[in-house]
């Protein structure tokens, strides 16, 4: 069965400082990959998404993620976090089959920025 | 306002009673699902739905009922069988079952069995 690793579980930033977090899986085969995030007190929404083509994918919020195959990554970045990116954060993975599937959320990350 | 609604926000029970959380969604969404979050693990499925009047059992579907008879309405019940039923219940809907379809998050219902 699939799985998604997210290593870090709590992360505390001063404003300005670079983020990067770690997301793995555990598939061979094709897959689509989210990161969701949480602001506190708000619906889980979607920050970014990969299904095909360049591997360096841009979302919301000036965050971006890297896709990169050979190792079963999908890290998640922003070169100057802001005290308002306060929130968790989860990784998830999708197969792509083209049948009915579902997706595998990795376990979050709870971010903390501090002025 | 399209989106996925929610009811209640917060909802205590006392154990050995059943309880049903509602989902809705204005999306036109062929499928719906129910998540379990708890603090730690992440999100977990519980159960999903592809079309009306079809469902399917996620990872944690013990203890869970739900039904799908309109497809705007996707209601979860945590029946007395559920052994740790405190926790916070996400309901997301998706065009369709798949890769290619993101799914949309409801606002969640914290529920609380004493």
């Known amino acids: 069965a699939q799985s998604v690793s997210q290593h870090n579980h709590h992360v505390i930033l001063s404003e300005a400082a670079s983020l990067e977090l770690g997301c793995n899986y555990s598939y061979g085969g094709t897959v689509n990959l989210f990161w969701y995030v949480q602001y506190p007190g708000q619906h889980l929404q979607l920050l970014l998404k990969?299904?095909?083509?360049?591997?360096l994918v841009k979302g919301i919020k000036g965050f971006e993620a890297e896709f990169i195959k050979s190792k079963f990554s999908f890290n998640l970045r922003k070169p100057s976090v802001q005290w308002s990116d306060t929130a968790e954060y989860f990784c998830a993975v999708n197969l792509n089959t083209g049948t009915a599937s579902k997706l595998t959320f990795g376990t979050g990350t709870r971010l903390q920025v501090t002025l | 306002d399209g989106g996925i609604t929610q009811s209640p926000k917060y909802l205590f029970r006392k154990e050995g009673q059943n309880v049903t959380l509602s989902c809705e969604q204005n999306?036109?969404?062929?499928?719906m699902y129910w998540y379990r979050q708890d603090p730690g693990q992440g999100l977990r499925l519980i159960y999903y739905s592809q079309i009306v009047n079809d469902f399917q059992k996620g990872d944690i579907a013990e203890g869970y009922s739900v039904s799908r008879e309109k497809k705007e309405s996707f209601p979860l019940t945590v029946t007395s069988a559920q052994k740790n039923p405190t926790a916070f219940y996400l309901c997301?809907?998706?065009?369709?079952?798949?890769?290619?379809?993101?799914?949309?998050f409801g606002p969640g219902t914290r529920l609380t069995v004493t």
């Open positions: 990969y299904f095909s083509g360049d591997p």
């Open positions: 999306l036109n969404h062929d499928a």
């Open positions: 997301a809907s998706s065009k369709r079952v798949g890769g290619f379809s993101e799914q949309y």
